[in-house]
């Protein structure tokens, strides 16, 4: 699938030296990619190049000196040729700033024309242009929001029912949909759902939406060259999503007729011939049998092309480049498809408790070891985000690419891959969640759609009760465990030293720079004679994380007896950055009102009490960095007269 090293021989314009901005996921790939075509690249991670965030004040000229720094060094020396810019998949790369920028500092910008990424930067004016083009979009109107007032009158207006959904214009990732099924939901969910807007974003710019429900998400991936040629690629099924973020993707699309296929492909055509597009992007569609509408885009190679490029048989990266250099599709190797990547499933994995909905970042401890797995009928490969003793700063973990020739045999070969995937330490991950969603009976018959996961998949909550003693006895050997009980998650344990043991390990450590904190790791059997992977990490003194094959629950050893009676206490639901604390000290807070948030992985999130409370004194102030479980403020249970 390599493609002739002339693309990156021939240009006048540009030497070789490409910069790759993004992150280390996909940044590694295209780099890759870049190499074999004969480039030079130079990833943003290796050079340790931080980028500012969109919303930061004065972002423009901060991503200048960050350019400026990467101009003045040694990787970017070409004489008197100019290097190029690859935008990655970064937050920028949609940005008409960037390529306004980079052109201005003579780089070579791989990107569409700053008046196609305009277009882009606002979903508003992408959807009044397919509007053009007689392609429907729900849109209640093409009048951005910005309180709940507006919204109210609006729907009025409409005569539009609940439920709806709101978007920021100009999306915010994590934080950029919100799904509103009554007006007590709008009133309680808006507020601080605008704020995370504007924290992400730099300004709030809602719009307005139907709630379409049943129908899948479907991305289709383009590269448009100079001359006019269009070539499609597979499309993608993202309708497994868990907050508007993807998590389980499936390509190519099934359970969709023909004629909606041509259909999307003809709209994908119709709307770059409008905005003259040159280079990758794709559009995205929600598709409810016979009816289709467009909800969105992205300029630039979207976070799934090394799923459809598998599937294609193709460097996505090539055909990118080529388009940027003027070349046309022609002079491109023929696509050659594997049998193998016949049917692709890509799965994301998050630092997050997917049941409760809640970010948990922290220190990566333990990584699997296995990359790739190849079989007779299907392959799979592993691209992690984090290295193992890395502090995880944001929710992306790692992606894994799955092939094989039918559908049903790569959601096997998934499932027992998923087995072998092994993040590990104060973090929580989603693997668990995914498996179970990969197992259930309606995803396996293709029967889902883009709500599924969120309002009908029901995880498993508990494990079986066979790991209690398990989860609690491997905390229980690393220090005192006389006259305690042992709590795992929400359930009693009990210790019974024949429930299971160690066959590799025990391994004792403690966390840096907490020698009463101890951990432990290896790999233990079940009476049952199930062998899992475990690590229990210390969180305090008498709290772990404890993961014991795909379950991660906490453990807590609760002191009993005289004198033991524990104070009601205030615990931060996940670790990050204390944004606001509404209540100042003697205050009295009512049930269930938040009395501080949390920013943790750009969401914001309320901590509450269920009874009425005065603050004795906070623990920690606004800005003040905060663990998960950790106490954030002494208080007294007042009593209504």
């Given at each position: 699938?390599?493609?002739?090293?002339?693309?990156?021989?021939?240009?006048?314009?540009?030497?070789?030296?490409?910069?790759?901005?993004?992150?280390?996921?996909?940044?590694?790939?295209?780099?890759?990619?870049?190499?074999?075509?004969?480039?030079?690249?130079?990833?943003?991670?290796?050079?340790?190049?931080?980028?500012?965030?969109?919303?930061?004040?004065?972002?423009?000229?901060?991503?200048?000196?960050?350019?400026?720094?990467?101009?003045?060094?040694?990787?970017?020396?070409?004489?008197?040729?100019?290097?190029?810019?690859?935008?990655?998949?970064?937050?920028?790369?949609?940005?008409?700033?960037?390529?306004?920028?980079?052109?201005?500092?003579?780089?070579?910008?791989?990107?569409?024309?700053?008046?196609?990424?305009?277009?882009?930067?606002?979903?508003?004016?992408?959807?009044?242009?397919?509007?053009?083009?007689?392609?429907?979009?729900?849109?209640?109107?093409?009048?951005?929001?910005?309180?709940?007032?507006?919204?109210?009158?609006?729907?009025?207006?409409?005569?539009?029912?609940?439920?709806?959904?709101?978007?920021?214009?100009?999306?915010?990732?994590?934080?950029?949909?919100?799904?509103?099924?009554?007006?007590?939901?709008?009133?309680?969910?808006?507020?601080?759902?605008?704020?995370?807007?504007?924290?992400?974003?730099?300004?709030?710019?809602?719009?307005?939406?139907?709630?379409?429900?049943?129908?899948?998400?479907?991305?289709?991936?383009?590269?448009?060259?100079?001359?006019?040629?269009?070539?499609?690629?597979?499309?993608?099924?993202?309708?497994?999503?868990?907050?508007?973020?993807?998590?389980?993707?499936?390509?190519?699309?099934?359970?969709?007729?023909?004629?909606?296929?041509?259909?999307?492909?003809?709209?994908?055509?119709?709307?770059?011939?409008?905005?003259?597009?040159?280079?990758?992007?794709?559009?995205?569609?929600?598709?409810?049998?016979?009816?289709?509408?467009?909800?969105?885009?992205?300029?630039?190679?979207?976070?799934?092309?090394?799923?459809?490029?598998?599937?294609?048989?193709?460097?996505?990266?090539?055909?990118?480049?080529?388009?940027?250099?003027?070349?046309?599709?022609?002079?491109?190797?023929?696509?050659?498809?594997?049998?193998?990547?016949?049917?692709?499933?890509?799965?994301?994995?998050?630092?997050?408790?997917?049941?409760?909905?809640?970010?948990?970042?922290?220190?990566?401890?333990?990584?699997?070891?296995?990359?790739?797995?190849?079989?007779?009928?299907?392959?799979?490969?592993?691209?992690?985000?984090?290295?193992?003793?890395?502090?995880?700063?944001?929710?992306?973990?790692?992606?894994?690419?799955?092939?094989?020739?039918?559908?049903?045999?790569?959601?096997?070969?998934?499932?027992?891959?998923?087995?072998?995937?092994?993040?590990?330490?104060?973090?929580?991950?989603?693997?668990?969640?995914?498996?179970?969603?990969?197992?259930?009976?309606?995803?396996?018959?293709?029967?889902?759609?883009?709500?599924?996961?969120?309002?009908?998949?029901?995880?498993?909550?508990?494990?079986?009760?066979?790991?209690?003693?398990?989860?609690?006895?491997?905390?229980?050997?690393?220090?005192?465990?006389?006259?305690?009980?042992?709590?795992?998650?929400?359930?009693?344990?009990?210790?019974?030293?024949s429930a299971f043991r160690w066959v590799r390990g025990p391994e004792s450590w403690s966390e840096s720079g907490v020698s009463s904190r101890k951990g432990?790791?290896?790999?233990?059997?079940?009476?049952?004679?199930?062998?899992?992977?475990?690590?229990?990490?210390?969180?305090?003194?008498?709290?772990?994380?404890?993961?014991?094959?795909?379950?991660?629950?906490?453990?807590?050893?609760?002191?009993?007896?005289?004198?033991?009676?524990?104070?009601?206490?205030?615990?931060?639901?996940?670790?990050?950055?204390?944004?606001?604390?509404?209540?100042?000290?003697?205050?009295?807070?009512?049930?269930?009102?938040?009395?501080?948030?949390?920013?943790?992985?750009?969401?914001?999130?309320?901590?509450?009490?269920?009874?009425?409370?005065?603050?004795?004194?906070?623990?920690?102030?606004?800005?003040?960095?905060?663990?998960?479980?950790?106490?954030?403020?002494?208080?007294?249970?007042?009593?209504?007269?």
């Amino acid at each position: 699938m390599g493609m002739r090293p002339k693309l990156a021989q021939g240009s006048a314009r540009h030497c070789r030296k490409v910069l790759v901005l993004g992150s280390p996921v996909t940044g590694r790939r295209i780099g890759e990619q870049l190499r074999e075509l004969g480039y030079e690249p130079s990833l943003q991670e290796e050079l340790g190049l931080s980028l500012p965030s969109i919303a930061e004040p004065d972002a423009p000229a901060k991503l200048r000196s960050a350019l400026l720094s990467f101009l003045r060094s040694p990787a970017s020396a070409c004489g008197e040729l100019s290097p190029c810019l690859h935008p990655g998949i970064s937050a920028w790369a949609e940005r008409p700033e960037l390529a306004t920028l980079g052109q201005e500092l003579g780089f070579s910008v791989i990107s569409p024309p700053a008046r196609v990424l305009t277009l882009f930067a606002n979903t508003l004016t992408l959807l009044i242009q397919g509007e053009r083009l007689n392609i429907p979009h729900l849109l209640i109107s093409s009048d951005p929001l910005h309180s709940v007032r507006e919204i109210e009158l609006l729907m009025a207006r409409a005569q539009q029912q609940f439920p709806i959904i709101l978007k920021s214009a100009k999306g915010s990732p994590g934080a950029g949909h919100l799904v509103v099924h009554d007006v007590e939901q709008l009133e309680s969910k808006l507020p601080l759902w605008m704020e995370q807007v504007r924290m992400n974003c730099g300004e709030v710019m809602v719009l307005a939406e139907r709630y379409l429900e049943g129908a899948r998400l479907v991305s289709v991936p383009f590269v448009r060259f100079v001359d006019g040629a269009l070539r499609l690629f597979p499309m993608i099924d993202a309708s497994l999503q868990c907050r508007q973020r993807k998590m389980v993707e499936f390509c190519p699309v099934f359970g969709i007729d023909p004629a909606m296929e041509t259909q999307l492909s003809r709209w994908t055509q119709e709307l770059a011939e409008s905005m003259g597009y040159i280079g990758a992007g794709s559009f995205d569609f929600l598709v409810d049998g016979s009816r289709a509408f467009l909800v969105g885009g992205v300029a630039r190679l979207d976070t799934s092309f090394p799923l459809w490029e598998r599937v294609a048989g193709v460097d996505a990266v090539a055909w990118q480049m080529a388009a940027a250099e003027g070349l046309g599709p022609e002079e491109l190797p023929a696509p050659r498809p594997s049998r193998k990547w016949a049917n692709g499933i890509a799965i994301r994995f998050y630092a997050e408790d997917p049941v409760l909905q809640l970010p948990q970042p922290g220190l990566l401890r333990e990584l699997g070891e296995r990359r790739s797995w190849s079989f007779p009928s299907g392959e799979a490969e592993l691209d992690p985000a984090v290295e193992a003793g890395a502090e995880v700063s944001h929710e992306l973990l790692g992606l894994l690419w799955v092939g094989a020739q039918e559908r049903a045999q790569a959601l096997t070969l998934a499932s027992g891959v998923l087995q072998d995937v092994w993040f590990a330490g104060s973090l929580q991950t989603n693997e668990r969640f995914v498996a179970e969603l990969l197992s259930h009976p309606w995803v396996r018959e293709g029967i889902f759609h883009a709500g599924f996961v969120d309002e009908e998949f029901l995880p498993a909550i508990r494990p079986p009760e066979a790991m209690l003693p398990v989860l609690a006895g491997a905390c229980a050997a690393l220090g005192r465990s006389e006259g305690c009980r042992w709590a795992v998650g929400d359930q009693w344990a009990k210790l019974e030293p024949s429930a299971f043991r160690w066959v590799r390990g025990p391994e004792s450590w403690s966390e840096s720079g907490v020698s009463s904190r101890k951990g432990v790791s290896g790999t233990v059997e079940l009476a049952a004679g199930q062998r899992l992977r475990l690590c229990a990490y210390p969180v305090t003194e008498d709290k772990w994380l404890v993961r014991l094959g795909n379950w991660t629950l906490p453990v807590r050893r609760v002191p009993q007896g005289p004198g033991t009676k524990r104070q009601p206490r205030v615990l931060a639901l996940v670790s990050g950055r204390v944004h606001s604390v509404l209540f100042r000290d003697g205050a009295r807070v009512p049930a269930h009102e938040p009395l501080l948030i949390i920013e943790s992985l750009g969401m914001l999130i309320p901590h509450a009490l269920p009874v009425d409370v005065r603050i004795q004194r906070w623990k920690v102030a606004a800005e003040d960095p905060v663990r998960a479980g950790e106490e954030l403020a002494e208080f007294e249970v007042t009593v209504k007269a």
